[in-house]
């Protein structure tokens, strides 16, 4: 069993549609980070937050907003997706020591489909 | 901007085969990660490799690290069925920056 976990496991929502993608993990890990990943391919990077607040975001689309209510919770809040927006959406944490190249614990992501 | 080449892109064998798998730069990590991603399923770490000439084996599988740090290769050896899935190397790279991933390698061992 993974030590992330994510919710909900599959997703398939319209492109004017209001969703989240809920994440949580419990192992003190004050880093935590969403990405996309195309089938095949690796994690696309996505948002770091650390200790928190956002700390890196990769030029996302503002369709995509994240945020992180405590240390324990990340959330991805999607609106207006496009069809290329389609794919499977993870989460990872990991320890923060010089930086965010710690080993990364991912969760097992949620299946995105947008129609 | 730091770089990670991962070859082959796609394998498929036969079981019992054996594999290595490269992930080449012209940058110095600090460190490099192998993860392996079984379908359905988030990428698993399965090992960290930190010093220059560092070989880790974890069952058949075995890593090494470049004395340089550059680069690190996964050889598999007797590949069995429950190794199919993408394999993934990332880099360590400067201060306060994420980990950087190689485009990973699909791996098919068929019985």
């Known amino acids: 069993d993974t030590e992330v976990t994510q919710t909900p496991k599959h997703l398939v929502m319209g492109m004017t549609n209001k969703k989240s993608l809920k994440c949580e993990q419990h192992m003190g890990h004050r880093a935590m980070y969403w ?3 195309k089938a095949k391919k690796p994690p696309e990077l996505m ?3 650390s200790y928190e607040k956002l700390s890196i975001n990769e030029s996302v689309p503002s369709r995509f907003s994240p945020e992180c209510p405590n240390s324990s ?9 496009q069809p290329e927006d389609s794919a499977l959406y993870l989460c990872a944490s990991s320890q923060i020591l010089m930086g965010y190249n710690q080993p990364q614990h991912f969760g097992d992501g949620t299946r995105l489909s947008i129609l | 901007t730091q770089l990670l080449e991962q070859s082959p ?3 498929s064998i036969q079981e019992g085969e054996n594999l290595t798998v490269y992930c080449n730069s012209s940058s110095v990590f600090s460190s490099l990660q192998w993860y392996r991603q079984e379908p359905g399923e988030g990428p698993v770490l399965l090992v960290t490799v930190v010093t220059g000439g560092e070989v880790k084996k974890l069952k058949r599988l075995t890593f090494q690290f470049g004395d340089a740090r550059k680069d690190s290769s996964l050889h598999i050896t007797a590949a069995q069925p429950g190794d199919t899935g993408l394999y993934l190397c990332a ?5 306060g920056t994420a980990l950087i991933f190689g485009k990973g390698t ?3 061992v068929s019985s």
């Open chain 1, 73 to 81: 919770l990340l959330n991805l809040h999607l609106h207006a997706l």
């Open chain 2, 106 to 108: 699909t791996l098919s």
């Open chain 1, 35 to 37: 990405y996309k990943q």
């Open chain 1, 47 to 49: 948002f770091v937050y």
């Open chain 2, 91 to 95: 880099g360590a790279g400067q201060a």
């Open chain 2, 9 to 11: 892109q796609f394998l």
